[in-house]
């Protein structure tokens, strides 16, 4: 099964795991996941400061 991660550095979608894992955010199911990525990480983090 393909997993998709995304990459901070190159701020790109990777098909399986080809980088580091401290560049990658993941694993996905999909590639549309991963293409929002960074908007989840950032949703998640204002929800935890509005809790703080």
């Known amino acids: 099964m393909t997993e998709y991660w995304f990459n901070v550095r ?3 979608v990777e ?3 080809q980088s580091d894992w401290s560049q990658l955010i ?3 199911a999909t590639r549309a996941e991963a ?3 960074l ?3 950032q949703q998640r983090n204002d929800a935890w400061d509005r809790d703080d």
């Open 10 to 12: 190159t701020r790109e």
């Open 15 to 17: 098909e399986d795991r």
């Open 26 to 28: 993941g694993p996905y």
């Open 35 to 37: 293409e929002k990525a």
């Open 39 to 41: 908007e989840k990480v």
